[in-house]
């Protein structure tokens, strides 16, 4: 994104403020209908979803070689992307065509592989999946290897970002998927530039609608987070753009009321702001200043299961072993709030909403993200956006 764009939306940011705090606009907030969180039915209807969309699965820089794999086990088909020797990336079933056992582990990431070799009996496929040989072929019998290769998914990398659907079929469209207005503004920054440092994986018993709530908002920066890095934010300073069922949010770090002061050649809007984005259902991309967080959040098997997995990237080589200690640092923040802080408070909203001592809970003006995510994931399954609500009104009010 151009400089001077940032630039006008930190001072967009500030002036937006400045109205809100001298018109004394109220709007009432909005009811939500809890069963949204708890209904079993839609928790099924949203995990086929999960199933039948393009999810995105990382960064092209997550598998820079030819022969660089990636896996993912979050949903019920255990995926493991690699990269060809054509420099495209294929996703495939990471499970043998023999009897199913997998292929590749976590552990195998991040590491050049010239084949991919079943553990269970040996069965050896090429990295454009392609079954190459069996072991004891002459014990084992003939057959055509050319129909035997791994199951391949639907996959496109575009933009820096590498994209996947779980359903075998047809190829997928990743600028359909984000839309034209998300595209060109993802499509500016530079994805392809990244630099991995670190990832985990937080697996709590929580919601994994409810954990993702967290992002769309940072009205609890300033309580939730105040012994660690509340004293860096503004809450309820922001702007969201919607960009179909995706969005855009722009949340302000304290600093930027020194900005109107900074002389003209010297503003850099950036420094100011966090660009969070939200590819729908589950992606959340945090592009700051000098790092780059990337949180895949996807729900369990139940109801009140989730996993996320974390990765932090630099957006600037790490080239020297101070730049490297910076990075280990930056992920060591992360680890100090998100799982204890974050994640611990969606497990506490988790157990409330399933206790039914609730029937609703209020989305203020301030987590108006929040409304269209929610409306988006009912519409996604079928559902009435507007049966979010507990009364009729709720969604003239919330405008973005």
């Known amino acids: 994104m151009k400089p001077e764009v940032i630039n006008s939306l930190a001072a967009e940011m500030i002036a937006r403020h400045e109205k809100m705090e001298t018109c004394g606009e109220q709007r009432a907030p909005c009811e939500i209908d809890l069963e949204h969180y708890r209904s079993q039915t839609q928790f099924e209807a949203e995990r086929r979803f999960f199933h039948e969309t393009p999810l995105m699965m990382g960064f092209s820089v997550d598998l820079p070689d030819v022969g660089s794999i990636k896996t993912n086990d979050f949903l019920d088909t255990p995926v493991v992307l690699v990269r060809t020797a054509a420099n495209t990336v294929k996703a495939f079933a990471n499970m043998c065509r023999h009897r199913g056992a997998r292929l590749v582990d976590e552990a195998d990431c991040r590491k050049k592989h010239r084949n991919l070799t079943c553990p269970y009996h040996g069965w050896v496929y090429g990295i454009d999946g392609t079954l190459k040989s069996v072991e004891k072929e002459n014990l084992f019998g003939q057959f055509d290897k050319s129909v035997r290769g791994l199951i391949e998914l639907p996959c496109e990398e575009r933009h820096g970002m590498i994209f996947v659907r ?235």
């Not at 309820?236 to 753009?241: L, P």
């Open 166 to 400: 779980l359903v075998p079929g047809e190829r997928i469209s990743v600028d359909e998927h984000l839309g034209e207005d998300l595209t060109a503004e993802l499509s500016s920054w530079d994805f392809s530039g990244l630099h991995f440092v670190d990832s985990t994986i937080i697996d709590t018993p929580s919601n994994w609608k409810v954990q993702a709530d967290t992002f769309f908002e940072n009205y609890h920066v300033e309580s939730l987070h105040k012994d660690t890095i509340g004293g860096l934010a503004l809450s309820g300073w922001e702007m969201v753009e919607p960009y179909g069922r995706h969005q855009r949010m722009l949340f302000a770090q304290r600093s930027i009321k020194a900005f109107p002061a900074e002389p003209p050649a010297e503003q850099n809007g950036h420094k100011h702001l966090s660009f969070v984005y939200h590819i729908f259902p589950n992606i959340f991309i945090v592009y700051g200043y000098l790092w780059v967080q990337y949180f895949e959040i996807y729900p369990g098997k139940t109801i009140d299961e989730q996993k996320t997995r974390f990765s932090l990237y630099g957006r600037r080589p790490m080239l020297t072993e101070e730049h490297r200690e910076k990075g280990k640092q930056y992920f060591q923040l992360n680890m100090d709030f998100v799982p204890t802080e974050d994640y611990l408070m969606g497990q506490q909203v988790t157990r409330s909403i399933l206790s039914g001592a609730e029937t609703s809970h209020l989305f203020g003006h301030a987590e108006k993200a929040l409304v269209h995510f929610h409306k988006a994931v009912r519409e996604a399954v079928g559902l009435d956006p507007d049966g979010l609500f507990t009364h009729t009104g709720c969604a003239s009010q919330m405008r973005l």
